[in-house]
């Protein structure tokens, strides 16, 4: 990690600076150490040169426990840059490269980071915050760029500073968190005033389709990885099966061109504990609710047709899989009154900790 990044970093639990010690540099970063809080004894390590400031993870032997997580395992199997990454982004996003210039970025949920290295490409700074190990994969996707840094941290306790970003971008990430909506109120905090926030959830699909996933994820979810893997790559075969987008609104499986991006959707569809899917018009509430404006829909799938880019999906869209709900909107200027958010319960550290840590 570059000294930068320390100006954005914050104790998870308390919300106190964080201060380097015993620090070992590899060139202009710092590789090995652990961070302080200013506000008490709890301290972070960092590993691989990578920032892992998650309660509880205090070594290599913890860092282990968090590989079994799924995501851990999806996006250090399966993830890699390809060379339709720059179209998707920009498709997807009312982003362009000239928009992004100058902007502070964080990138809630990054996987891998294939994402993350065309934002990085254009904008000022990126960080890239995911819970998973794959982070140390983002940091390599995004080795040849200085201005892009990594933490592994929970969006529903994030360890960075408060109207930090200029831009949070959350793609995909939201509906596998075990309270969707605490989590955006998390990122919300993160965005400063005039600066925007975008999430991408799962869109709700009409219940014939909910019913069937419902049996298919209980079933997958007991699996090890490496055999819930191969029916994954096994099912990607159902797209070459005769009306097979029609099939799909009853039984979901990925229409990807290739047999290794099939097996990646297939896998990120079934096998998260958690999964959720929403309608623009509750995800639209809780931008309202946080007191942003200029709130609108933007398509998430990079292959749907122009013409539904902005225009928010009826039920016979909500049919047709393959379908992702992108929401932004825009935080007001500073002197602005922001609406109350609710403080919402949700899962303690510890019991999100157990829960995705537990052994397959």
């Known amino acids: 990690m570059r000294a930068w990044l320390l100006d954005y970093l914050r104790c998870p639990l308390t919300g106190g600076v964080l201060r380097p010690e015993e620090v070992r540099w590899r060139g202009d970063r710092i590789n090995s150490g652990r961070l302080v809080c200013d506000h008490g004894p709890t301290a972070y390590p960092i590993i691989r040169g990578i920032p892992r400031l998650i309660p509880g993870l205090r070594s290599e032997v913890d860092l282990r426990r968090v590989y079994a997580d799924s995501f851990g395992h999806q996006w250090n199997t399966f993830d890699w840059p390809r060379a339709r990454d720059e179209q998707e982004y920009f498709s997807i996003s009312d982003q362009t490269p000239q928009s992004l210039d100058g902007l502070t970025v964080l990138d809630a949920g990054c996987g891998g980071g294939r994402l ?46 408060r109207e930090a970003f200029d831009y949070v971008w959350s793609h995909g ?140 999906p009826g039920f016979s869209r909500r049919s047709r899989l393959g379908q992702l709900l992108g929401v932004v909107g825009r935080r007001p200027p500073a002197g602005a009154t922001l609406a109350p958010q609710a403080d919402r319960a949700h899962p303690s550290a510890d019991t999100r900790q157990v829960a995705v840590l537990a052994p397959r």
């Open 116 to 161: 993350s290295r065309v934002i990085g490409r254009h904008c000022r700074r990126l960080i890239g915050l995911d819970y998973s190990v794959a982070v140390e994969r983002a940091a390599c996707h995004t080795g040849d760029l200085d201005n892009c840094e990594f933490v592994q941290g929970d969006i529903l306790r994030p360890p960075l500073a």
């Open 173 to 312: 990430v939201l509906h596998h968190t075990p309270d969707a909506r605490a989590g955006f109120g998390q990122l919300a905090r993160l965005v400063r005033p005039t600066g925007r926030l975008h999430v991408i959830v799962f869109l709700k699909a009409w219940l014939p389709l909910r019913l069937s996933d419902s049996l298919v994820r209980t079933w997958m979810r007991r699996l090890p990885y490496r055999v819930a893997t191969r029916i994954c790559r096994a099912m990607g075969a159902l797209r070459h099966v005769p009306a097979a987008s029609f099939w799909k609104r009853f039984f979901w499986f990925s229409l990807q061109p290739t047999a290794e991006l099939r097996t990646c959707c297939n896998f990120d569809w079934y096998t998260p504990r958690y999964h959720h899917e929403h309608t623009f018009e509750q995800v639209a509430g809780w931008f309202r609710d946080a007191g942003f404006e200029d709130v609108r829909y933007i398509n998430g799938w990079p292959d749907a047709p122009p013409r539904e880019k902005f225009t928010p």
